[in-house]
């Protein structure tokens, strides 16, 4: 996709919106909008295949944000994985000061979402194809140092065919407790997908918290509805508790002793366990028992991605030598910098020359005087 784009058309969508795209495209549609843009499909008759166009609109209006999209485009342009989003093209900007931002990646159809709330007949092999599908970007994630946050339905993209793909990583974090954004800790993972300790801990988190919204999902294929569905933190414990039980003492050991969370889960009244074959009368043994794996309150004694690829489960799907893992894990040095409007301009501006070289050409001069000479390397 790299390389000389020639001429370019515009597009006004919704009556609103200008979109800024090669002239050969053809459109198809809005596909949706959102807080951080709106996503238009278009066919490219010189490739015949069909792409999303993501523009972001004042990017760098809020830096927060800002630096988020970076962080999304940087790592996806680092994954190649079948069940991950991949980055096609940036378009480059027509000046080193620029406001929008356009991404393109792979179509897909639809989200898990949209497809657990529709009339589409989901029987356990979709259940299992779904959430295999997603455990095996995750293997690959993880393997790469990434924990992804935020896997909720409307992250994950689907296709007619059931293939699947995992998007926005603008929450991604690598592991560990070096967390030094404060504006993160709350903002992890939509609530109702949110694992205990990250309710109750915050700031620590480790890879077991997505194999917990795994869980979350594969619960809401089975069931179409979400399963734990918290108004705020407490109810979202208690949400929890009414399903698997007031934990034990043992349960509790990774709660260090004095922190408020203890107290905190005192204030839930005494939980029963319910037994998963009530919950959902439809799932299989095989099926409750990945429930099961995955939905542990002990982060530790959770299953890992690895270990739920070896459930009876996945046993039809579980194939080790397709399964690929990283080549090296992610520098997370990237991220290490606090947001300026003009840092992150450079810094997108460095990612959209990677796809088109040539703009270093034709802004020569500016690139010295903004400091983006020095990236472009």
């Known amino acids: 996709m790299s390389g000389t784009l020639g001429p370019f058309k515009e597009l006004v969508i919704d009556g609103k919106v200008k979109f800024k795209v090669p002239a050969h ?17 278009f066919n ?48 480059p900007p027509e000046h080193p000061d620029f406001d929008d931002i356009y991404i393109v990646t792979d179509l897909m159809e639809t989200d898990l979402h949209r497809v657990i709330y529709s009339k589409q007949v989901l029987n356990d092999e979709h259940h299992q194809y779904f959430s295999y599908q997603i455990l095996r970007g995750l293997l690959y ?4 140092n990434v924990v992804h946050r935020d896997l909720k339905p409307a992250n994950i993209l689907v296709n007619k065919n ?68 918290g108004k705020d933190h407490l109810d979202q414990i208690k949400k929890i ?32 366990k319910q037994p998963w074959k009530t919950v959902y009368p439809k799932a299989t043994p095989a099926g409750i028992d990945a429930i099961e794996r995955m939905l542990t309150f002990h982060p530790e004694k959770r299953a890992t991605i690895q270990e739920c ?3 009876s489960y996945y046993e039809t799907l579980h194939m080790p030598d397709d399964e690929p893992v990283a080549a090296s894990p992610v520098d997370w040095a990237f991220d290490k910098f ?15 020359w990677r796809f088109h070289p040539e703009i270093a050409k034709r802004d020569g001069r500016l690139l010295t005087e903004r400091g983006i000479d020095s990236l472009l390397k």
């Open 162 to 229: 059931c293939d699947l793909k995992i998007c926005d990583f603008g929450l991604a974090r690598g592991f560990g407790k070096e967390e030094d954004d404060p504006t993160l800790t709350d903002y992890v993972v939509t609530r109702w997908y949110r694992a205990p300790e990250v309710v109750l801990l915050a700031s620590e988190y480790t890879k077991s918290i997505d194999v917990w919204s795994v869980g979350c999902i594969l619960c809401e294929l089975i069931g179409r509805k979400p399963i734990f569905t």
């Open 25 to 41: 495209l053809e459109l198809i549609k809005k596909v949706g909008s959102g807080a951080y843009g709106t996503v238009v499909s």
């Open 309 to 311: 690829l070896l459930l």
């Open 44 to 91: 490219d008759p010189k490739t015949g295949t069909k792409l999303a166009v993501k523009k972001i609109t004042d990017a760098f209006h809020d830096l927060i944000d800002g630096k988020r999209i970076l962080r999304e485009v940087r790592l996806l342009r680092s994954f190649r994985h079948d069940n991950i989003i991949s980055i096609l093209d940036m378009y």
């Open 338 to 352: 606090t947001p300026t409007k003009r840092l992150l301009q450079n810094f997108v501006y460095a990612e959209c």
């Open 241 to 272: 508790l009414a399903v698997i039980g007031t934990p034990s003492e043992e349960d509790l050991a990774w709660l260090p002793a004095k922190s408020p969370a203890r107290n905190f889960l005192k204030k839930v009244p005494p939980c029963v």
């Open 141 to 144: 994630l993880h393997s790469a």
